[in-house]
């Protein structure tokens, strides 16, 4: 006998789980909205998407090989998600030149200057975001109204979104179902609230993500809505709640891990945004709630720890 | 909803292949290697010598101490010499090597099938014949069970729980001897309860084992005391303070024995031991092992002798395929992979797995993106991605903070891990670190003699 055994340590088999397969899992929960944006947005929201996750993937790919000098990681699915969800954050006319320095930013600032991806402290598409409605207010706050198929870039006509309008006190012209469905301005991917929550139904049977962080996100959105005076279904379905509630939120790698830090995080995520759309100068709060505690989650995580076994209650 | 324990958990392919293979009895091999440590505790002292003639069931070497636990000779023939062996992680251990004559069994032992369901002995008898036949828990861990049996001054035993579980995928050795010796195993829990005096026990079998539930449920209801309880299938239920969790709703505190919660935990291959040391007088010299894997020919369970070469098993079932990459010793989950297969069956042993080399090989890690999934397998609440990376930095303070000795080994956390990365190697190392300094420290805090 002398066949060589492999002698490593238990366990000796693996679930199968793979990064990939967890990143290209969040991408299909995202095609019933992807979808629904094609068909509110048309032509536009196709040539947005299409740009951010091609900038995406190819910064990756270069800075990756030329500049760490080391194997690109394209195929883990993680800068197709950045690139999707940067598309989904953005008005779909948004000129593409605007698009790329923002897939630049996000991969190249918030993602690999921190040591790639399970390193970076805050969401890529989201601190892209960020960076791009700061640095180009006019382009990233001018709304198409949904119905225009063909357009691209400025050839669109723009309208306020609801939260605008809330701000504002405007008179709505929009009802709950049109905030449901999607038949509002507002970003490419957060403005129908159905096929997110198609997605997030996915993402919980696939067990790609639990309930934590959107529910805490959401109960304490009716709570802040209450509290501050304003209609807890709007603020619920407007703006980006459900995309970030749902896919942005979410993300592993800037979120807490255990599941009380998980419900900590979800409710500041919710009473923050509802304060900063109420009070703040910008009509929504949403991605700028999300990197707040996004910044506070190495702290959560060192301070909450999981309930241990032995003080379950009886 | 069926049972289960409350934190965590994961549920891998069953992949019970020897599921419903009669026990066979495997031939007598020619010589057999007997370790004097097969226990957890203090290894056996040799109380026979070269050229001595022994029989099935004779004393070859006595416990040293307490915890600690005979072994007996399960042949008949000659002592050969008393030598160093492999054992399964392929250290050289003190072992007795006896030349196989014939099969004689000692006298005191009866050989008939005849139930034998009425209990004369009293609890402390019970204990003290459990000992002299060196029974240990056959679960895996081998504690030797006169030990479990007499639990500590001030605390109070209120139920044995019998883990009939066997979550561990592949294996099928209690499965099979639950239909095959219901009855025995039912009588050997009434004899643990009356050694540690109570009136209550529980037997918890995992819902894929419908078979073995239906016939103990139906044999059940002639033993008073003693209910079935079916639990949902999920991996690692047979972790001692995980069965008490799922079956009577207790959780041992951390650092606690489980008689904290007025438990008594036994495998159910133990109660069938302890059925035939007590009602037979046969002392633990032979085990059912189950031998499993994808590619062998013949997945089977085997009643095999103590000091039976694995080998013998291995081509009972089929022969050792070309590509095995690991044979491993237990199931995949918590089983040692074995440097070579010239080890031997020992009491302990509850299967042996073959995996093919593609199945044995890991695949590369990645970075850590802290998806949060080990959090939630962990059956003891701890953040294995945490425990790994300071296990890795050396922080010892921060391993014994954050609770490493807690953890069971059980492989959930890297079974689950989508990165790959090899979580519980790192935890036992920090886990080893953590524990010998928390013994350092009790050792100097001790009142000096």
């Known amino acids: ?314 | 909803m069926l049972k289960t324990f409350r934190l965590g958990g994961i549920h891998p392919a069953e992949n019970k292949l020897s599921a419903n293979k009669k026990i066979e009895s495997l031939e007598l091999p020619k010589q057999v290697i007997i370790p004097l440590g097969q226990h957890i505790g203090a290894p056996a002292q040799a109380v026979v010598n070269k050229g001595d003639k022994v029989k099935v069931g004779t004393l070859i070497a006595q416990a040293s101490g307490f915890v600690s636990a005979n072994i007996h000779s399960s042949v008949s023939g000659t002592v050969a010499k008393i030598d160093v062996a492999p054992d399964s992680s392929g250290n050289k251990r003190p072992a007795i090597f006896i030349d196989v004559e014939g099969d004689e069994w000692e006298e005191s032992i009866d050989r008939s099938d005849k139930l034998v369901k009425e209990i004369t002995m009293d609890s402390k008898a019970i204990v003290e014949r459990v000992k002299d036949c060196g029974i240990v828990g056959l679960g895996g861990a081998t504690f030797p069970s006169h030990v479990k049996l007499s639990p500590p001054p001030g605390s109070k035993a209120e139920i044995i729980v019998i883990n009939a579980v066997e979550c561990e995928p592949y294996l099928t050795s209690d499965h099979q001897l639950m239909l095959e010796k219901a009855d025995e195993i039912l009588v050997g829990v009434k004899i643990l309860m009356k050694a540690v005096n109570v009136e209550k026990a529980v037997i918890g079998i995992e819902n894929n084992k419908k078979d073995a539930i239906k016939l103990m449920s139906e044999k059940a209801a002639d033993y008073a005391g003693i209910t079935i309880e079916p639990l949902k299938v999920q991996y690692p239920q047979g972790g001692e303070k995980q069965l008490i969790d799922a079956c009577i709703r207790r959780q041992v505190p951390s650092g606690a024995l489980p008689i904290a919660t007025g438990a008594v935990v036994q495998n159910v291959g133990t109660a069938f031991a302890v059925y035939e040391a007590v009602q037979k007088n046969k002392p633990l010299f032979e085990r059912v092992v189950t031998v499993t894997g994808k590619s062998l020919a013949k997945p089977s369970n085997f009643l095999s002798r103590v000091g039976t070469p694995m080998n013998q098993l291995i081509e009972a079932a089929g022969g050792l395929p070309e590509d095995t990459g690991k044979v491993i010793s237990g199931g995949p989950m918590m089983g040692k992979a074995m440097p070579s297969t010239d080890s031997m069956v020992v009491k302990g042993c509850s299967g042996i797995l073959i995996m093919q080399s593609l199945e044995a090989k890991r695949k590369e890690m990645s970075d850590c993106i802290r998806c949060a999934k080990c959090v939630h397998v962990c059956p003891m609440g701890l953040v294995p991605s945490y425990l790994m990376r300071v296990s890795e930095l050396n922080m010892v303070e921060e391993a014994e903070a954050d609770r490493v000795y807690d953890c069971i080994e059980c492989g959930s956390c890297s079974y689950t891990c989508p990165a790959n990365r090899p979580l519980l190697d790192y935890i036992r190392l920090g886990k080893g670190k953590v524990m010998g300094i928390m013994r350092a420290r009790a050792a100097a805090a001790a009142p000096k003699k």
């Open chain 1, 1 to 314: 006998m002398s066949k060589k055994l492999n002698v490593s340590l238990s366990p000796h088999v693996h679930s199968g789980h793979t990064v990939g397969g967890a990143m290209y899992g969040v991408i299909i929960a995202l095609i019933p909205a992807l979808l629904a944006s094609f068909f509110f947005f048309g032509l536009g929201a196709v040539v947005v998407t299409l740009a951010s996750i091609l900038s995406c993937v190819a910064f990756e790919y270069l800075i990756q090989k030329f500049i760490m000098k080391k194997e690109p990681t394209i195929c883990d699915g993680s800068a197709i998600l950045t690139g999707l969800l940067l598309a989904f954050n953005v008005p779909s006319n948004l000129p593409i030149w605007i698009i790329v320095i923002g897939a630049l930013f996000a991969i190249g600032v918030a993602k690999l200057s921190f040591g790639g991806l399970g390193n970076n402290i805050f969401n890529p598409a989201l601190a892209a975001r960020v960076f791009l409605l700061l640095s180009f207010p006019v382009q990233m706050t001018s709304w198409p109204v949904p119905g225009q198929l063909t357009a691209i870039g400025s050839d669109a006509v723009t309208g306020a979104t609801p939260l605008q309008l809330m701000k504002a006190g405007m008179p709505q012209d929009f009802s709950t179902m049109d905030l449901l469905f999607g038949q509002i301005g507002g970003s490419l991917g957060e403005v129908s609230a159905i096929a997110l929550l198609i997605g997030f139904a996915y993402m919980l049977f696939k067990k790609i993500v639990t309930w934590h962080i959107p529910v805490s996100i959401f109960g304490a959105v009716v709570v802040m809505s209450l509290i501050c005076g304003v209609n807890p279904v709007e603020q619920l379905f407007a703006g980006g709640m459900m995309l970030g509630a749902i896919y942005m939120a979410t993300d592993y790698v800037s979120s807490p891990m255990t599941p009380r830090g998980m419900i900590i995080y979800g409710i500041a995520i919710g009473a923050l945004t509802v304060i900063i759309r109420t009070l703040g100068a910008y009509p929504e709060g949403m991605s700028f709630a999300i990197l707040i505690m996004n910044a506070f989650t190495p702290l959560i995580n060192a301070y909450v720890k999981p309930k241990r076994f032995g003080e379950v209650v009886k």
